[in-house]
T-cell receptor
Framework: GESVGLHLPTLSVQEGDNSIINCAYS??????FIWYKQESGKGPQFIID?????DKRQGQRVTVLLNKTVKHLSLQIAATQPGDSAVYFC???????????FGTGTKLQVIP | NAGVTQTPKFRILKIGQSMTLQCAQD?????MYWYRQDPGMGLKLIYY???????DKGEVPNGYNVSRSTTEYFPLRLELAAPSQTSVYFC??????????????FGPGTRLLVL
């Protein structure tokens, strides 16, 4: 079946550096993508989203890039801080409320 | 607003026991969801509801039941607990105003251990 996956299970970044978390998706029908942050012992928290008619969207210190040609999604975090340490999930919506597929997550470790 | 709240935070069950995981939201959201999260795995949808009185199965519904008598509450019932149901359970909600193109808001989760 089609799925959403992440290339790197763990990413270690020096504080102050930029972080890039990648996600591959295989369902070409997906038209909405979301990045979530999950801190230890907590529920996922929305970070940023992007619709399939866009290539890039920026938030506060975060940018999501969507490359539909290669079915790739990335989350860029500028000036990574210790509070950014968490697991980051990408999710795709391929149609319908029950059609949100979550990736397995990438753990971001920020080195002080 | 408290957002999405879940109780209990943690529970240990014996095989065959039953329990209800509580979920409430105070955002007047139409849509509510139950997910389970196993270690190293992505969230899997158990059940969802698009409004009071309406529920439907997700990807992994076996062993669970839900009800949605009001907009605010969406309890998840485990009738005969099995070790395979050991997981972290997340309830989520979304407004439903933007259809499927909208964000879900998650509760803090319930950790369930079945022994």
């Amino acid at each position: 079946g089609e799925s959403v996956g992440l290339h790197l299970p763990t990413l270690s970044v020096q504080e102050g550096d930029n972080s890039i978390i990648n996600c591959a998706y295989s369902n070409s029908a997906s038209d909405y993508f979301i990045w979530y942050k999950q801190e230890s012992g907590k529920g996922p928290q929305f970070i940023i989203d992007i619709r399939s008619n866009m290539d890039k969207r920026q938030g506060q210190r975060v940018t999501v890039l969507l490359n539909k040609t290669v079915k790739h999604l990335s989350l860029q975090i500028a000036a990574t801080q210790p509070g950014d340490s968490a697991v980051y999930f990408c999710a795709e919506n391929s149609g319908g409320y029950q059609k949100v597929t979550f990736g397995t997550g990438t753990k971001l470790q920020v080195i002080p | 607003n408290a957002g999405v709240t879940q109780t209990p935070k943690f529970r240990i069950l014996k095989i065959g026991q039953s329990m209800t995981l509580q979920c409430a939201q105070d955002m007047n959201h139409n849509y509510m969801y139950w997910y389970r999260q196993d270690p190293g795995m992505g969230l899997k949808l158990i059940y969802y509801s698009v409004g009071a009185g309406i529920t439907d199965k997700g990807e992994v519904p076996n062993g669970y039941n839900v009800s949605r008598s009001t907009t605010e509450y969406f309890p998840l019932r485990l009738e005969l607990a099995a070790p395979s149901q050991t997981s972290v359970y997340f309830c989520a909600s979304s407004s439903g105003l933007a259809g499927m193109l909208e964000t879900q808001y998650f509760g803090p989760g319930t950790r369930l251990l079945v022994l």
